[in-house]
């Protein structure tokens, strides 16, 4: 007989939600008339359907969506983390991805630095509408290959919207429990 082949994981585990690692939000709101560029120079109006992305959605495991900082060439330094979660709701494509924390820029991906997203999709089916006034095309069908952390997403209203018990004295999670916090009522 010949040696046993020892195969190990590339990834640990993934570590228990609960300790501020693991950011949340909208990836790509639908049903949004957005304005938007390829190029930086040229701008057009773009719109995604709701379920443009239930395939992806049914595809779990989603180890296999990166969180990266921007969208340069695939290298490990942009590698912020793995998704966790993928969900359409009525607003949107939802996604969870836990922060690997080794990363120089963790901490400012889930403290407030990169809270904006922009998606990096493959479209596979459009339709181009005509509306008053304006021209918009809608995506139909698309295939997520990675969500880029920025400081500007890509849509207006995409990024980070909850981070999983994020202790007091973070500023991202500050911000959020000053704005959303109920009133707790005097005696």
């Known amino acids: 007989m010949g040696e046993l082949l020892e ?25 949004t008339e957005q304005r938007a560029t390829d190029d930086g120079v040229s701008f057009h109006l773009e719109e995604t359907s709701h379920g443009a992305y239930a395939r992806d959605c049914r595809g779990a495991p989603w180890g296999w969506v990166q969180l990266r900082h921007g969208h340069g060439d695939v290298t490990r330094d942009r590698y912020l ?16 991805f836990r922060i690997n924390r080794e990363h120089p820029l963790a901490e400012e991906a889930r403290s407030g630095g ?13 339709r181009d509408v005509i509306r008053p006034g304006r021209s918009v095309r809608v995506y139909e069908l698309c295939s997520l290959r990675h969500v880029a952390a920025t400081a500007s997403p890509q849509y207006a ?7 999983r018990e994020q202790p007091p004295g973070t500023p991202l999670a500050d911000r959020w ?8 009522p005097q005696r």
């Not at 209203?157 to 981070?163: L, T």
């Open 7 to 31: 195969i190990t994981r590339a990834m640990p585990d993934l570590e228990p939600v609960g300790d501020g690692w693991t950011v949340g939000g909208i990836v790509v709101p639908y049903a």
């Open 81 to 96: 983390g793995r998704c966790v979660n993928l969900s359409e709701r009525e607003d949107g494509l939802w996604t969870e």
């Open 114 to 126: 990169l809270t904006g997203w922009s998606v990096s999709a493959i479209v596979e089916r459009f």
């Open 157 to 163: 209203g995409a990024g980070v919207m909850m981070v």
């Open 177 to 184: 429990r000053e704005k959303y916090a109920s009133p707790v």
